[in-house]
């Protein structure tokens, strides 16, 4: 019964926030431009500056790169948020060498999709799965159910509706909370949390709303950044491309080991 109700209540949640929300992405629709043959290094992160090509397409918005990447993120959005809410962020990603595919579809765990097309845009590299709030919920499945292709997920204040998990996957994951956030419950926040293994980072950013992620303000619904939105953003790079860094230095550690 406990479990029906978190179910409803984040339903209702989906629901209350879309009617809040005034969203528009003006579409252009067009094929990525051709990248370079050249392998993106990822021995340190930090150090590339590659230049991206960004582009929209009727069910995402890519951020490539312009090298060949070896990873690559899936991030699925927050109730009805328009895909270039996230733009900062997601461009910050991809300028380090990682291929960012942004989904359009505003109600990804509500209404979520059985396959996954960007998956397809780059076959030979690992993804890092991710999202925001309800968008978050849809992650965790996407990874539970694909995790060959999963390197790592990456979760913005999450929320779930769905019953996947990762807490039986040995999956890296980073889970970011905002301390200011009033648009989950602690109910809503324990029932996302409940989801992760016990590798999982958890991080509080401190002085940050549920939507400081992007670029829209839910306003009265959600608490108040505390800081400047700029410092609170470069502190969710900074931190997403250490956790990045560390499952990049992993995999090359094991894949030395098999020489």
Known sequence: MKKRFFTAVAALMCIATAAVVITALALSYGDC???????????????NTYDVTVTEKSDMLLYAPEGEPGYALLFYVGTAMSADNYDYVMRALASRGIAVAVSSNPF????YEETEKAFDLYPEAQYFIGGHSQGG???IRRAAENTDKTAGVILFSPMTINDSTLADKDIPAIYFEAENDKVLSED???NAAARMNDE????????????????TDF???????????????????LKTLTFIQKVADKKLTESNRLL
């Open 137 to 139: 919920g849809a992650a």
């Open 33 to 47: 431009a051709p990248r370079a043959e050249n392998s993106i290094s990822y021995e340190d992160v930090f150090a």
């Open 200 to 215: 999982c980072e958890f991080v509080l950013i401190e002085g940050a709303n549920h939507m400081c992620y992007g670029e």
């Open 219 to 237: 306003g009265l619904i959600d608490g108040e950044n505390t800081r400047p939105l700029a410092e609170i953003q470069d502190e969710i790079i």
């Open 108 to 111: 990804a765990d509500l209404m």
């Open 188 to 190: 809503l926040k324990n």
